[in-house]
């Protein structure tokens, strides 16, 4: 074989159009009998060079060169002398002729050689190839090995993000949904979605997938799936529901969905929460959070029990739960939470203490929701603030949080709650709960975060601790360093007006503590104040007039 190999190869090179098929053929055979060899001995040759010209040539040596081309390009080490060659653009221009071997052989080619090569695939982008292809998939629909390559291909490209604007110009998702509906194996299909969830990461993309039917084609996944055990079921359950809350993502796709929560597809995912399929609860409450992307959503939903439904949901997890179904009922809970109307209507039906089942939870995630959804409860709830504040139990899990330096989110989640629960509440119950349970320390050191907001949160929290109950406090306020951290916020250049209005505001509160009193004094917050007079923020100016009297008056 070693010999004819050669004398192919030499012929190739000398020979005349017609003995050129079968030298081509030779390399075929000796390229399916050892393909790292042969390869090796076609670029020593410089046959790779000659390709260009047989691949223009476009006769019946075209699918065989092309097909060379596929086979060589294999080899990671022939990719490169292949790009070198050249062999890029008229692969590239083949695309367009009529011939299916030829376009089978071209696709197969271009896409060996441009094998897990990002700058390769982004070149072919820009040379045009999605528009081709999509076209190709439209005309030779009834061709499965070029249906497949075309695929392949789409679920390569549609990896980068320079591809998304150009797979959006075309009528790929008409051409998805339409294949999707004609297949029946499970590996056909498999293909299909390892190119739509990719493509439908854009925006543009989800709302042309979603008028071209795809919701209705994952439905029926389900529908057919639900209560099969087969792996592969289980498997197409799990990506047809995922695919289907990829699809909310989406502002606009997810509003044409909701149909102002009259969609038939917003009912049919709504009965995937009580559902027993532990994948259609967790995609059934992320389609929830989803569709809990506007007020005028929330407010729908909470009115129409959808609360109920996650409660109920939840219940079922808190001992020995699925984490990620607690999250993503978590996550629901809290974006409906944030519309005000829906606060006390949610506290009314017992969210909080449903919530609260979940305190003794060591996942990070699930503490971070938990945390972010009873912040969001509370926000203005006078009565929750307090009845929560008052509870040993959450206060003394929050400061255990606050100390969470491995999990920044559940930190700073804590931290908030702790502030909130007393600037809501305004309650001396409230600041002493969380006075014994040790909170104060951490409120001092959230009003150094890097963040404005917090530091904010912290200020009129420990400004309602000074108000309400000095006394306990004191001791606290001396041990956390809060006169020192107070005197750094106001000398620093880039504390915000709001910052420094609040720190002044803190050092009045204070001012009743001897011991604060003195450290006041011995730090000369009266300069630090005086200089603050001429600030450009004139609140922050009048409220360094009013410190600096009060200062003064007690010096």
Known sequence: MADNLS??????????????????????KALAQNNVETSGKIQEMGVLAMMPALLSAQNSCTPKAANIIAEVAKNEFMRSPCVEAGLIPPLVQLLNCKDQEILLQTGRALGNICYDSHSLQAQLIIMGVIPT???????????????????????????????????????????????????VEHEKKEMIFE?????AENDVIKLQLVDAGLVECLLEVVAQTVDSDRDEDVAQLKTSSDLMVLLLLGDESMQKLFEGGKGSVF?????????????LQLAGALAIANFARNDENCIHMVDTGIVQKLLELLDRHVEEGNV????????????????????????????????????????????????????MLIDTQADA????????????????????KDHAGVMGESN??????????????????????????????????????????????????????L??????????????????????????????????????????????????????????????RSHENKTVAHQASLTEQRLTAQS
Not at 10 to 28: I, P, W
Not at 267 to 279: E, G, K, T
Not at 343 to 372: T, Y
Not at 444 to 469: C, K, R
Request: with cysteine; aromatic share 4%; hydrophobic share 45%.
């Open 7 to 28: 004398e192919a190869l030499k012929t190739l090179k000398l020979s005349s159009a017609d003995s050129v098929e079968g030298c081509l053929d030779c390399l075929l």
């Open 324 to 375: 990620t179904v607690q999250h993503a009922a978590l996550s629901a809970l809290r974006n409906l939470a944030i519309p005000v109307v829906n606060k006390s209507k949610m506290l009314l039906a017992g969210v909080s203490d449903i919530v609260l089942k979940f305190l003794k939870s060591e996942m990070p995630p699930v503490q971070f929701k938990l945390l972010g959804t009873l912040r």
């Open 416 to 469: 908030r709650l702790l502030s909130a629960l007393i600037r809501h509440s305004k309650s001396k119950n409230v600041v002493r709960t969380v006075i014994q349970g040790g909170g104060v320390k951490h409120l001092v050191t959230m009003a150094t975060s890097e963040h404005m907001i917090m530091q904010n949160e912290a200020l009129v929290a420990l400004g309602l601790i000074a108000a309400l109950d």
């Open 195 to 199: 190119v739509l969830a990719p493509l």
């Open 385 to 404: 603030a307090e009845q929560l504040g008052t509870n040993a139990k959450l206060v003394e899990r929050l400061v255990e949080w606050c100390e969470a």
């Open 133 to 183: 292809l999509v076209r190709l998939l439209g005309v030779h629909s009834q061709n499965t090995a070029l249906t497949e390559m075309c695929l392949i291909a789409f679920g390569n490209l549609a990896e980068l993000e320079s591809s998304k604007e150009q797979f959006a110009s075309t009528n790929i998702a008409e051409e998805l949904v339409r294949l999707f509906r004609k297949q």
């Open 471 to 532: 006394e306990c406090a004191e001791k606290d306020f001396v041990g956390a360093d809060l006169v020192q951290v107070l005197h750094r916020l106001l000398t620093e250049e880039h504390s915000a007006p709001e910052i420094k209005y609040n720190s002044m505001i803190l050092i009045c509160s204070i001012m009743g503590s001897e011991p604060l009193h003195k450290e006041v004094q011995s730090l000369a917050f009266i300069d630090v104040v005086s200089s603050l």
């Open 267 to 279: 009912q049919r995912v709504l009965s995937w929460v009580p559902s027993n399929n532990h994948q």
